[in-house]
């Protein structure tokens, strides 16, 4: 059997949906998907412990399928709700057929991991794929790659995640968009500042500059609407109690921050997380 663990990319710094040109910060947290794989004749998908109809599937196998072929083994694919989403999942479907086949590889791995990805059609690919694989944090700007930064200066600070999906978002960019096109423009760059300032501090190791950063970012965000208002209401929480958060991620599913102190939010889930975790491989 195989075992590997496959962490979450979240966004540290910068705006991963409308802001096409402009750089992010992004890193891996030690949220992880763990998948067991078995040889086996036939294909077969168990997600926390229960076996999946494949037409769920369907497309993502598609996928799959058109560049390894017939697709083999049991996939047993463990999680914690909600943060792991279907793109992770089939992440680990891709992986657990390179590693039935013997043919590990980092450079392999993460190159069919970002084919998978980009005809899946998600946002950032070969950021994704990168660090899925390799961990680390790395400054990224489309058309122009990525640009690895060292993870250590910031996990000296603590890092804190709020698991919280959105169920109804109303899209506020999209009014400021079609009636003060040039004013989200200009905040949209400004985020590609914030980031670039980020990255300075990061390689000058001016760490004290790094809290102070996140909120500017997460202020920018929220002025271009794209805070949900369920994660409004516990960021005004988070900030009352005197920690700096942003509501940041590629599907609005959490809330990342930095603390001095430990943070107490009612009917909400905190965990303290570390920073720069890459893909695990066990073979037993």
């Known amino acids: ?23 992010l910060i ?21 997600e ?24 083999k083994g049991e996939v047993n694919i463990c999680y914690e709700k909600p943060l792991i989403v279907p793109e992770e999942v089939t992440v680990a479907v891709t992986l657990a057929q390179i590693l039935l086949r013997g043919e590990y590889n980092e450079e392999y791995v993460e190159r069919e991991v970002h084919e998978v990805l980009s005809m899946l059609g998600s946002t ?38 709020v ?10 960019y999209n009014y400021g968009n079609a009636h003060f096109p040039e004013v989200m423009e200009i905040i949209s760059h400004s985020i590609g500042h914030v980031v670039l300032e980020f990255a300075r501090a990061l390689v000058s190791e001016e760490i004290d500059k790094i809290p102070h950063l996140v909120r500017v970012n997460c202020n920018l965000i929220r002025a271009l609407g794209l805070v949900p208002k369920e994660h ?20 609005k599913r959490y809330i990342l921050g930095i603390a001095t102190k430990d943070i107490l939010l009612r009917d909400v889930k905190i965990r303290e997380v ?11």
Request: with cysteine; net charge positive.
């Open 26 to 46: 992004a890193t891996t947290i030690n949220e992880y998907l763990t998948c067991k794989v078995k040889p086996s004749h036939d294909f077969i998908i168990v």
């Open 1 to 23: 059997m195989i075992e590997f663990r496959l962490p979450t990319v979240v966004i540290l710094c910068g705006e991963p949906y409308c802001t096409q040109d402009e750089p």
């Open 163 to 172: 698991k919280r999906v959105v169920s109804v978002y109303m899209n506020r």
């Open 232 to 251: 409004e209401e516990i960021l005004s929480n988070i900030y009352m109690q005197g920690a700096i958060a942003e509501s940041v991620g590629f599907e």
């Open 124 to 161: 950032r690919p070969e950021l994704k794929a990168r660090l899925m694989i390799r961990g680390g944090a790395c400054a990224y700007r489309e058309r122009e790659g990525a640009f690895d930064l060292n993870i250590n200066p910031l996990n000296k600070f603590r890092w804190f995640l």
């Open 48 to 71: 926390n412990n229960k076996r999946q109809d494949l037409r769920i599937y369907k497309r993502e196998m598609e996928i799959i399928s058109s560049i390894f072929g017939e697709l």
């Open 274 to 284: 570390k920073l720069g975790v890459g893909f695990t491989l066990a073979q037993q």
